[in-house]
Antibody, heavy 126, light 107 residues
């Protein structure tokens, strides 16, 4: 069974602070799939945040987080991370990890998301 | 960035109705479009990918069509479990933008 579990990192942080999210996956060959983070502010729609290629060699970011967030992965631990720095109130959201539907895509290829984690809430507030 | 615009923003329909949601892209995205259903407090679920391909396990009453800049999601016969918010998503560009969502309510 495919599972993505945001195991740690969510919570309350002050503006300007940092947080690291972790997403542990199982049930598929993690090292063959690109993985993304997607967020959803309270009562709002979905916003793609970042993607990392299957090997970890290619990363991309939404303009809203570029320079502040860093995505990484450890294929030996079946885990993808999102390091979030210089957090602002606008970063308050549920953060989901999500896997690409197709395996083996080139970093220049994009895909829909067939499995998602349950989400972890990040609240930025003083 | 590619902008995705859905219409309507909300719709209310009866069980058995045929329901159509439209998604327009600000530029040509070919067929690189997905549809998701999200229920309150849950992660989105993939319904359709590549504009018209039905995801495994998704009921056949869901269908997608379109290419280029205009796409539709159709529910052929609305069922009680189909309530929720539906999102389109382009994945022609790496930014994978979503539409703003269409909330479907059952009358």
């Amino acid at each position: 069974e495919v599972q993505l579990v945001e195991e740690s990192g969510g919570g309350l942080v002050q503006p300007g602070g940092s947080l690291r999210l972790s997403c542990v996956v199982s049930g598929f060959i993690f090292s063959s799939y690109a993985t993304s983070w997607v967020r959803q502010a309270p009562g709002k729609g979905l916003e793609w945040v970042s993607v990392i290629s299957a090997s970890g060699g290619s990363t991309k970011y939404a303009d809203s987080v570029k320079g502040r967030f860093t995505i990484s992965r450890d294929n030996s631990k079946n885990t993808v991370y999102l390091q979030m720095n210089s957090l602002g109130v606008e970063d308050t959201a549920v953060y989901y990890c999500a896997k690409d539907r197709h395996m083996g895509l080139l970093p220049t290829q994009n895909d829909a998301f067939d499995f998602w984690g349950q989400g972890t809430m990040v609240t930025v507030s003083s | 960035d590619i902008q995705m615009t859905q219409s309507p923003s909300t719709l209310s329909a009866s069980v058995g109705d045929r329901v159509t949601i439209t998604c327009r892209a600000s530029q040509n995205i070919g067929g690189w479009l997905a549809w998701y259903q999200q229920k309150p407090g849950k992660a989105p679920q993939l319904l359709i990918y590549k504009a018209s391909s039905l995801e495994i396990g998704v009921p056949s009453r869901f269908s997608g069509s379109g290419s280029g800049t205009e796409f539709t999601l159709t529910i052929s016969s609305l069922q009680p479990d189909d309530f929720g918010t539906y999102y389109c998503q382009q994945y022609d560009s790496y930014s994978r933008t979503f539409g703003q969502g269409t909330k479907v309510e059952i009358k």
